[in-house]
């Protein structure tokens, strides 16, 4: 049988270190890739849920005032329409929606989806990459005891 080389600790430690960040873009890009073909494919869509009866809220009165619609990161939106007589304030949801029935209730919405796809790959990834190195250090660390180093 052939001797096994003894590779350096660091050597070691930056080759764990590449394939672990390589491992997270991995696990972040593929839940994204994942739901634009879900998308492209007709399983997931954008839509706009409109509220045409609302109750008149402190937001929609902003935007009447000022102009300003709800926040970068607030998924109501808010759209002004005007009119000889009166005006019409419409509130409106965006966001995506799965097309089939059975999807739409029994899965989470699919950006819930895709954050709780994105954390348990980033977990599996570090949990796996940390076993297989922690048997690799493990077999170097017998190699050079046996070696008398």
């Not at 808010?78 to 965006?94: A, D, G, M, N, S």
Request: hydrophobic letters at 40%; one cysteine or more; glycine letters at 6%.
């Amino acid at each position: 049988m052939g001797k096994a080389k003894l590779i350096s600790l660091q050597k070691v430690f930056w080759r764990f270190l590449i394939i672990l960040i390589s491992g997270l873009f991995l696990s972040v890009a593929i839940p994204f890739l994942l739901l634009a073909l879900a998308s492209n494919a007709g399983y997931v869509t954008y839509y706009n849920i409109l509220y045409t009866n609302m109750d008149v809220t402190n937001r929609a009165l902003k935007f009447t005032k000022t102009g300003e619609n709800s926040g970068l990161t607030s998924r109501t939106q808010y759209q002004f329409i005007p009119r000889e007589e009166e005006y019409c304030v419409l509130k409106y949801y965006v966001g995506s929606q799965y097309k089939s029935n059975w999807m739409q209730k029994y899965l989470p919405a699919p950006e819930t989806l895709l954050l709780m796809l994105i954390g348990i790959n980033c977990i599996a990834v570090c949990v796996y990459l940390t076993l297989r190195y922690s048997q690799k250090l493990k077999v170097q660390n017998h190699l050079s005891s046996r070696n008398g180093k």
